[in-house]
């Protein structure tokens, strides 16, 4: 990477975001406090800040408010403010659960929280900060938000967007000398090693969304959503206050020589969400641009991390799912994408994966009211391999429930 970044190529004319409902995350500060900004003058209906601090919150509302050139640029638009702490599960449930109880529709998500800490810190779920707030909290967002982008493309007749702050510094990760095995897991292994250094430990966070999205994208099309994540380079974001005293007058240099300001790479930002076409799916763009992957990514042990991490990925999210009402609703298209990564995950260490093959759509009911299929199927014959038994209706017989406590074959 050079001393000087280049020039940022400007927007096409037109961009129109009336009618448009935009969830921004981390939207108080840096990029997504810029962002929200521009995407407000661009003429969104409505615009979600979801923020740790809603007092911080608010107070940028009433700041946007009181500007006269956004009332000027956008007189009958909303903004809303709602609490998303990234390093509680319980939080992104509950903003999910509001938001979709709240809006009917969403077109943009912009995954933009995220931070980098000074120190190894454990949070409430388990998992290490750096792991649970910039991929496992992201990735359960996407997840759950995920069929109200779908119906919202269904009713809007083109692709809803979803783009997440990466970084090209994912090439800096530690798994790339020493991946563990599969016994041991990746996740289980970031968030337990101690000698991991603060820098490497945000890049392994930003690999593991990278690879996230690359799998996704090879098991998720991009006729309803299209999902990509971008790298706006160095900016000076503020991060660097977070970071140990003797980092932060040589991080404050870097800036000074060449940081972007949060207000130039928002140009960035806006090309992944509203202007990058479908070939960015599943990619990383690196300022406006998608560039060839690192060479771990591309080599056969990059592959096998990627598909480690979905594997670990994919059963955590069942205990996640079970308490929340939101996770009944989860479209059809969305299952048929992967029933696995429907599920997100919990668990400190590796599990096996339910099923990896895919199925037609399918309705979901509760386990008292499941009636059991008719036939069998790829995906019930895969769970069957596994030891999950899945109830087989015989025409002409009615168990308790339709079979779904239990009565009938098992295939």
């Known amino acids: 990477m050079g001393l000087f970044q280049p020039s940022i190529p400007p927007l096409p004319p037109g961009i129109d975001l009336a009618g448009q409902t935009v969830v921004v995350t981390g939207a108080t500060s840096g990029i997504g406090l810029a962002v929200a900004k521009r ?34 640029a956008n007189p009958k638009g909303t ?35 995220g931070g980098m800490s000074h120190q190894r810190e454990m949070v409430s779920s388990g998992h290490e900060k750096a792991i ?4 496992l909290s992201n990735v359960m967002l996407l ?18 967007r979803v783009t997440w702050t990466g970084s090209r510094s994912y090439r800096q990760t530690s798994l ?8 041991k897991g990746i996740l289980n292994h970031l968030d337990h090693a101690e000698s991991i250094p603060l820098f490497t430990r945000y890049a392994d ?17 991009h006729d309803k959503v299209i999902i990509n994540s971008f790298c706006p380079n160095t900016v000076d974001t503020g991060m660097a206050t977070s970071m140990p005293f003797y980092l932060r007058i040589p991080a404050a240099a870097i800036m000074k020589v060449k940081g ?30 998608v560039v060839p992957l690192s060479m771990f990514v591309q080599s056969d042990e990059g592959a096998k991390v990627q598909s480690q991490l979905w594997n670990e990925t994919s059963p955590h999210s069942r205990r996640i799912f079970s308490g929340n009402p939101s996770g009944s609703r989860l479209a059809s298209s969305a299952l048929r994408a992967c029933v696995a990564v429907a599920t997100l995950v919990l668990n400190h260490g590796s599990a096996p994966v339910l099923a990896s093959v895919f199925s037609e759509p399918f309705q979901v009911f509760s386990a008292k009211k499941f009636p059991g299929v008719i036939e069998s199927t790829p995906l019930s014959k ?30």
Request: a negative charge.
């Open 39 to 72: 995407i407000v003058k661009l003429h969104a209906s409505n615009v979600i800040f979801a923020v740790r601090d809603t007092v911080k919150g608010e107070a940028l509302k009433a700041s946007f408010l009181a500007d006269p050139e956004i009332r000027s």
């Open 79 to 113: 903004i809303q403010v709602m609490q998303l702490n990234m390093e509680t599960y319980e939080s992104v449930k509950t903003f999910t659960s509001e938001f979709m109880r709240r809006f009917g529709e969403l077109h943009v998500l912009l995954l933009n929280a």
């Open 132 to 135: 649970q707030v910039n991929y």
């Open 143 to 160: 997840l759950e938000l995920l069929p109200l982008l779908e119906s919202t493309a269904d009713k809007a007749g083109k692709p809803s």
């Open 176 to 183: 790339n000398k020493n991946p563990p095995s599969v016994s």
């Open 205 to 221: 966070s930003k690999l593991l969304g990278l690879l996230f999205l690359r799998e996704l994208a090879n098991r998720y099309g």
């Open 260 to 289: 972007r300001s949060p207000d130039e790479a928002t140009s960035i930002v806006l090309n992944a969400a509203f202007v990058a076409g479908e070939e960015t799916h599943g990619n990383l763009l690196e300022d406006c641009t």
């Open 382 to 411: 895969c769970f069957a391999l596994q030891g999950i038994k899945i109830p087989i209706r015989k025409d002409g017989v009615k168990g308790r429930g339709g079979g779904g406590d239990g009565d009938g074959e098992y295939d």
